[in-house]
Each structure stands twice: as structure tokens, then as C-alpha cells.
């Protein structure tokens, strides 16, 4: 089983300012199959960004994915009030799908 | 446009059990797994499975081997989830989501199981 660890657990910012967020694989993840999901309070997750870097549906262009192998990241260039939530990675690169624990991007 | 709808809230005691159903509208139920996600009171998001809805097969993840059931009804195009004999750390929410590659793309809104004497 690929384990996904998340950097860091907590993310303190300010609207406006850019939050980076990193999800690290135990192994390497086949054809970079890893995503990003959004999870605000009491609501569902909304899928962010596929396939290491390919934004989802919808999503705007201040969500942006990068990384490959091991080592993935997901920026936000500029906080906007509702962007303040849990963001998780995932991987489906092999049979068994993954989670990460998270990443809460708070207000500072 | 895709909806999947999940069925209401349940209570129930120890050893009891529960089917939460997930209704999926607005493309074709035959064509996209469908995942079932756990999340724990205050915890992250946990895979536990998925059944492949063309051939009825189903995967389960470690740790939902035995008392977890994944099922379907093309008819009404609806997956289920059957938890048996419940134990107190069952209770969570529990999502179905449509999963055309393992990327997760539509969820339903959750179905909190509350499992409690």
C-alpha cells in the first residue's frame, strides 16, 4: 500500500497570500495518478486537481498542481476567503486507492 | 448534470446493521466505479473500496474485509453500502463517490452513521 504523508498538518495564512501545500508518496506513484481534493466544514470533498497537475472542471487558475514520482505539490496563489479549508492528495496509481491526512490551510 | 444522492442519517445499537444507499442521476450508472469513502468523526478521509458497476465485481480495501458489502441495482441506478454487525467505530460519515479512474470526481453529500447503546 502506498502511504501519502502531507506537509504540513496546520497552514496559518492571510487572504491574499500564497499557501503551498506538499504530499510525499512512500513509493513512486505510476504515471503520476494523484489528486487533490478540497474538503470545507460539513461538506463533501470537490475534486481539485487530477493527475498531478490537471485542474478539474470548474476550478480556477489560482489552484495550480505540480510534482512527479514522490514528491507532489498544491499551490494556491492567492487565498480567497472560501479557499480556507482541509485539502487532501490521493493517489490511484495502484489498485488500492490512498489518502493523505491532510492539510488545514487556516486564517491567521 | 451528475448527482448522486445519498439516503438520510441513521442510529443504530451495536451489532445492528445498515444500508445506505447512493442514487446516481445524470449519466450512465454502468460506466464509472463506484467508491465508497469513510470519514470519522473529526478524522480524514479513508478508502474502503469500490465495485465495478458494468461487472458487479468489488474491491475492498484493507480493514473493510468481512462486515462491509458493496452492492448495486442498475434498475434504479443506485449502489449500496451494507455495514453488519456495527460496532461503535463505525460511526461516521459515509461517501459514495464516482470514480471514472480512481480520481474522484462527484460525491454524494454524506451519510453520517451513528452507531450508539
Known amino acids: 500500500e502506498i502511504v501519502l504523508t502531507q506537509s504540513p498538518g496546520t497552514l496559518s495564512l492571510s487572504p491574499g497570500e500564497r499557501a503551498t501545500l506538499s504530499c510525499r508518496a512512500s513509493q513512486s506513484i505510476s504515471n503520476n495518478y494523484l489528486v487533490w481534493y478540497q474538503q470545507r466544514p460539513g461538506r463533501a470533498p470537490r475534486l481539485l486537481v487530477y493527475?498531478?497537475?490537471s485542474r478539474a472542471t470548474g476550478i480556477p487558475d489560482r489552484f495550480s498542481g505540480s510534482g512527479s514520482g514522490t514528491d507532489f505539490t498544491l499551490t494556491i496563489s492567492r487565498l480567497e476567503p472560501e479557499d480556507f479549508a482541509v485539502y487532501y492528495c490521493?493517489?490511484?496509481?495502484?489498485?488500492?486507492?490512498?489518502f493523505g491526512g491532510g492539510t488545514k490551510v487556516e486564517i491567521k | 448534470q451528475v448527482q448522486l444522492v445519498q439516503s438520510g442519517s441513521e442510529l443504530k445499537k451495536p451489532g445492528a446493521s445498515v444500508k445506505v444507499s447512493c442514487k446516481a442521476s445524470g449519466y450512465t450508472f454502468t460506466i464509472y466505479n463506484m467508491n465508497w469513502v469513510r470519514q470519522a468523526p473529526g478524522q480524514g478521509l479513508e478508502w474502503m473500496g469500490w465495485?465495478?458497476?458494468?461487472?458487479?465485481?468489488?474491491t475492498y480495501a484493507q480493514g473493510f474485509t468481512g462486515r462491509f458489502v458493496f452492492s448495486f441495482d442498475t434498475s434504479v441506478s443506485t449502489a449500496y453500502l451494507q455495514i453488519i454487525d456495527l460496532e461503535a467505530e463505525d460511526t461516521a460519515v459515509y461517501y459514495c463517490?464516482?470514480?471514472?479512474?480512481?480520481?474522484?470526481?462527484?460525491w454524494g453529500q454524506g451519510t453520517l452513521v451513528t452507531v450508539s447503546s
Open positions: 463517490a464516482r470514480g471514472p479512474t480512481g480520481a474522484l470526481d462527484y
Open positions: 490521493q493517489q490511484y496509481g495502484s489498485p488500492h486507492l490512498t
Open positions: 493527475r498531478a497537475s
Open positions: 465495485i465495478h458497476t458494468n461487472t458487479g465485481n468489488p
